[in-house]
């Protein structure tokens, strides 16, 4: 079994990683289409797109935050265009507009891109060691999960 000193390298190195993702969440983009977004309003695009539409509750849970904090944003976003509630639609279900699609599409295709060598790896690795990749990401999401805010 390894030791403290063993496993303190891969800390410091997730570390570095988690550091650089919080200052990328916080810094707004544009992806072409003259549309500026936190990362955090991109992605509940691409949840929209990825679930073709849903309610309040499911938003929350497929991004991981509150009810409030997607009734906010879906608020934010209708205002600039990239979402609709479908007033037929029990409970007002969100669905992306033209434009929003299209920003939606214009962040995945950055990431195709921009993700492809970490991507082709990932894809490359045998099923042992996949299966092992998966175990380490569910179990780090328990572990930040567990942190009181």
Do not use: N
Request: net charge neutral.
């Amino acid at each position: 079994m390894r030791d403290f000193d063993d496993v303190t390298p891969l800390f410091l190195t997730l570390g570095a990683v988690l550091t650089k993702f919080a200052r990328i969440e916080r810094r707004p983009v544009d992806f072409g289409l003259d549309v500026t977004l936190y990362p955090a309003e991109v992605h509940m695009l691409s949840a929209l797109e990825l679930s073709g539409g849903a309610g309040v509750t499911g938003l929350a849970s497929s991004c991981g935050v509150t009810k409030g904090a997607v009734s906010q944003m879906v608020k934010r976003l209708a205002a600039k265009g990239l979402v609709a509630r479908e007033p037929d639609e029990p409970r007002g279900r969100v669905v992306l507009t033209p434009l929003g699609k299209a920003v939606s599409q214009a962040h995945f295709e950055f990431h195709k891109a921009h993700d492809k060598d970490f991507l082709d790896y990932l894809r490359g690795l045998p099923d042992r060691d996949f299966a092992v990749c998966q175990e380490m990401c569910r179990r780090m999401k328990a572990w930040m999960e567990a942190y009181p805010e």
